[in-house]
């Protein structure tokens, strides 16, 4: 007779099926940026034809002209950068699974899907600081992404007969390029122990579920207010044809309305650049900075740090009492892969990691 689910392997289904489906709006996005960039384009190139424009709205608009160039820099350099990864990658083992678990086909990385990523992770340079992440840090989160991780079936955490650390994805250790596989549960000879652990993974998985959830809906809102700027741009481009090419010769009124649509420019190039929120980490590199600027007294090495970061994002939102964390710690502490994905050694990996980790989260929270 053949053995049910557990309510672990079930959680894991969900958390699948809805990983799919955040991938399948990512992709969409994706399409849709390309359209608001082509939109974009045009409408700058109507500014380029225009003389005299006052210098403080010129510098805008070529800043904002250089932010989108940006991105779109960035999606090229996600897909080259892919295409090397896969090329170098090809024989390795179980790459031939890469992507699909997690709804993106390893063929099928075009420009749409790249700018669906690259928006999604923010990975564009605006000047200031849009995301949690940075530069090659966010562009490793987006790879890591497409690329399934812990996410894609039969890779990372997924593997059958390992435990389900926390199918993440781009909340908490994936993000980071983390992937995570807390193995050897299934072996815990003791079988308390082994459901107490196997709770406390329910219970992320399940916190996981809800901000995957809560990304959707961001993404089909992000994607509406694509399509209404999308709609105004081109509205625009008609307008500015009709005011001629001298700023100087313009009457006060269409002056105004050519600087109105700066602005719309302005809002339009954000939608490109601004992450999605609800997949964003959840503690950063960034937060633990600030814990020990505020806390003259606190000081961790480089392996804490890496510890700490990963740690508060496994846990964040999650209560756990003293006997889960100790089995959480021996779990983690004998898994080769998990240690070897945050570069730290089983001796520096410390059980009272756990409380400095409660400690930094709630300091931010």
Known sequence: ????????????????????????????LGEHLGILNTTLTNIQEEFDKVQNIPNEEKMRYEELKQIRLNWKNQVDEIIKKYEEIKNKDATAAGVAGVGIG?????????????????????VASTGTAISALSGAA?????????????LAAGGGGMAAGEAFL???????LAIAGVGVIAGGLLFWKNKNDQKCLENLFIRISNRDLKSFEL??????????????????????????????????EM???????LKKYIQLIDTSTQLLVNPIKELQPKYTNEDLDEYIKRKYSAWYSSSE???????????????????????????????????????VTKEDFKINIFDIVSKVLSFKY
């Open 1 to 28: 007779m053949k053995k049910g689910k557990t309510e672990l392997e079930k959680m894991q289904d969900k958390v699948q099926k809805i990983v799919v489906r955040v991938n399948e709006k990512i992709t969409i």
């Open 102 to 122: 997690a709804g993106v086909a390893v063929a099928a990385l075009g420009p749409g899907v790249a700018m669906g990523i690259a928006t999604t992770f923010g």
């Open 138 to 150: 966010a562009m490793n989160a987006g790879l890591a992404w497409i690329g399934g991780g812990a």
């Open 166 to 172: 926390a199918l993440m994805g781009p909340i908490g």
């Open 215 to 248: 990304a959707i809906n961001e993404l089909d809102n992000r994607i509406k207010q694509i399509d209404n700027e999308n709609i105004e741009l081109k509205f625009a481009i008609r307008i500015i044809q009709s005011l001629g090419l001298n700023y100087s």
């Open 251 to 257: 009457t006060e009124e269409q002056q105004d309305e």
């Open 305 to 343: 740090k890496r510890s700490i970061i990963t740690l508060a994002n496994l846990l964040y939102k999650i209560n756990t009492n003293e006997v889960e964390k100790k089995l959480l710690w021996k779990s983690l502490r004998d898994n080769k892969e998990f240690l070897k994905s945050i570069d």
